[in-house]
Nanobody, 124 residues
Framework: QMHLQESGGGLVQAGGSLRLSCTHSRRTFGYYAMGWFRQAPGTEREFVASFYWSGGSTAYADAVKGRFTISRNNATDTVYLHMTNLKVEDTAIYYC?????????????????WGQGTQVTVST
């Protein structure tokens, strides 16, 4: 079993930036991907970004491309989501997740491990 823990959420004005962090209870090397999802009130959980161990490629939802960056600190095995130029519509609970095997998917219900989430609120 793996335990994931997010941090770094908070309240920020539109146009501002935040960095979310995800730590985990065991090494993630060898898993297929790590990613970030978000869920706003009354909506389904949606894909935000992912990092694939094989080749180190990344993927982003269209809504965040050019504004969000997923990265990993190899020394601490921490995954980050750098969010810039935040918009009110980015307000949501953000979740860190692990996908243990291919083929890879953006469907939240097919990812294997989840953190508890961290709230991001963007004000006008």
């Amino acid at each position: 079993q793996m335990h994931l823990q997010e941090s770094g959420g908070g309240l920020v004005q539109a146009g501002g930036s935040l960095r979310l962090s995800c730590t985990h209870s065991r090494r993630t090397f060898g898993y297929y991907a790590m990613g970030w999802f978000r869920q706003a009130p009354g909506t389904e959980r949606e894909f935000v970004a992912s990092f694939y161990w094989s080749g180190g490629s990344t993927a982003y939802a269209d809504a965040v491309k050019g504004r969000f960056t997923i990265s990993r600190n190899n020394a601490t095995d921490t995954v980050y989501l750098h969010m810039t130029n935040l918009k009110v519509e980015d307000t949501a609970i953000y979740y860190c997740a692990v996908d243990v095997g291919p083929p890879g998917t953006v469907a939240a219900d097919l990812w294997d491990y989840w953190g508890q989430g961290t709230q991001v609120t963007v004000s006008t």
